[in-house]
């Protein structure tokens, strides 16, 4: 089956900048693909390419067999999309701007039942200049949907949501997903991520740096677990850095951190107990895919 | 090009329909914006019933062919309030849609931006149309002014201004960057305008270098389609001309340099 939508070489440069440098990417029917860098990285760019709504400089795009540019018309109908700034008239009410969208399609889904599943019901004759940020955004997923899309582009997707919204937004996602919508989602949240996309496609700047499964790309990292502990008696480092599984030893005042693959947690408890120590208030973390990302372009997600 | 569009499925979608919802759409939102209701019906509306209230400006006059002071600011209020909905309502809230990505999010859906262009135009042309028989019944009912004797040419002349004024307000928006720009830009021309429709100065009392001016200006060439079809006659070439130079003119330009964000 070909896949739902194909990049291949983007390229985009604004005035003076080179936003997209070389980004190929393909989503296939079904999926959730993440797309996830920092700030600038092009992550927006791309997917406004892939709308039809900028021009890219170089490189082939494909959406559902179409082409962005020249088939709008039969684009707009099938692809669902919110866009990171795009907002609506301040008078509008909620209601009236879910049942004005839906007209505009030809199979549109239910903007009521949408308007319930986005807990939007008690803001139906509020005027989006009175809507808070978070339900700003939830309209704006729901009229990404309200047209019943084959496929939806959702960029930053639960930004500005408090976390008790966006785990329903992610709920909402899945129940999309479960009726077969192929979807693309620009984040910077780890968790969103992992608990959301099959596939991720790490982009730093204007180039994709890897795509693989969440688990995937923590494996690549080459990061999966690290240990914490304090010995009952002094340990000597050597002890553990020989063992093939540990990829490194630190210390943090008492405490002794290993870090490993994921059969180190067996290979250092096996080699303690040989010793005769114990170890004390023992944690043990399974890297995260922040952990990965750091790794892997040397720069952090979302910067505190 | 590809497989997928060789049985396009248009049956179910309906264009007209999302039009007609947007018109309505977009007639609400600018009933609700208070401030373009106030500046383009409440205001004119308060003035005319002043002036029809102030007897000595209700005298046949020489220089108008037997109308009154009061008979002439009926249209000057009519234009009044369709350069106010057409230079400043329309600008302001386009820039602002544009401003806001209110445009470019019409630009992802089936049913594009320039379709709530247009909405916003038939919005501002519907109001219009409203206040324009309002003033003119008040004017009649309340003041005894005739309505124009050459219905018909009236009807042309205010058609005719309606859709230079809106042009020339499509025009101002095409590039400017936001609401403040667009507000600020309507004013700088509004006042101008108004000025040679003889707003403050009757036309027929200005010098004869104004009233050259006026004749080419959009307000004044209305004006004096409006003062031919009051008099009885349809009203003149020039004039009408004047307004269907400016209509056609800045819409083509308008639609060339529109930018959607
Ligand atoms: N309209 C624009 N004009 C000029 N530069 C832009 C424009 N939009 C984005 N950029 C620049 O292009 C780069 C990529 O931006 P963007 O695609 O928005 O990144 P992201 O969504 O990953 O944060 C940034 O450096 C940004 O400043
Ligand atoms: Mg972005």
Known sequence: ?304 | MSVLNTAPPRAAAKPGSATWRLIKAESKLSIRDKMALLWGVGIPLVVLIILGSIPSLRKPNEDTGGLTTFDVYVPVLILFNLAILAVTALPTTLAGYRENGVLQRMRTTPIGPARVLTAQLVANFAIALVAMILFLAVAGLGFGVDLPQHLFGFAVAWLLAAAALLAIGLLLTARVPGRSVASAMGMVLFFPMMFFAGLWVPISEMPAVLQNISRYTPLGAGMRAFQDAYLGHFPSVLPLLTLAVYAVGCSIIAVRWFRWE
């Open chain 1, 1 to 304: 089956m070909p896949p739902v939508i194909e990049v291949r070489n983007l390229h985009k440069r604004y005035a003076d900048k080179v936003a997209v440098d070389d980004v190929s990417l393909t989503v296939q029917e079904g999926e959730i693909l993440g797309i996830l860098g920092p700030n600038g990285a092009g992550k927006t760019t791309t997917v406004e390419c892939i709308e039809g709504l900028r021009t890219p400089d170089r490189g082939e795009i494909k959406v559902l067999g179409l082409d962005p540019l020249r088939d709008r018309a039969e684009l707009t109908r099938r692809l669902g999309v919110q866009l990171q700034a795009g907002q609506l008239p301040e008078r509008l009410q909620v209601a009236e701007a879910l049942e004005l969208y839906s007209s505009f399609y030809p199979r549109p889904a239910d903007w009521r039942g949408l308007m319930h599943d986005l807990g939007l019901t008690d803001k139906a004759k509020t005027r989006y200049a009175k809507l808070s940020g978070g339900q700003k955004q939830r309209l704006s997923i729901a009229l990404a949907l309200v047209g019943n899309p084959r496929v939806a582009i959702l960029d930053e997707l639960t930004t500005g949501l408090d976390p008790q919204a966006r785990r329903d937004t992610w709920d909402l996602i899945e129940g999309v997903r479960s009726r077969g919508v192929t979807i693309v989602l620009v984040t910077h949240f780890m968790e969103e991520a992992e608990r959301l996309c099959d596939r991720l496609a790490l982009i730093d700047a204007g180039r994709v740096v890897m795509v693989d499964t969440p688990a995937g790309l923590t494996e690549r990292a080459r990061i999966g677990q690290r240990i914490q502990f304090r010995p009952s008696r002094p340990l000597d480092d050597s002890l553990l850095t020989s063992l093939p599984d540990v990829s490194g030893v630190t210390r943090r005042g008492e405490l002794v951190v290993v870090s490993g693959n994921d059969n180190a947690l067996n290979a250092v408890t096996t080699v303690l107990a040989r010793n005769q120590i114990v170890a004390e208030r023992l944690r043990v973390e399974q890297a995260s895919l922040e952990d990965a990302f750091v790794r892997l372009t040397g720069k952090r997600l979302d910067p505190h």
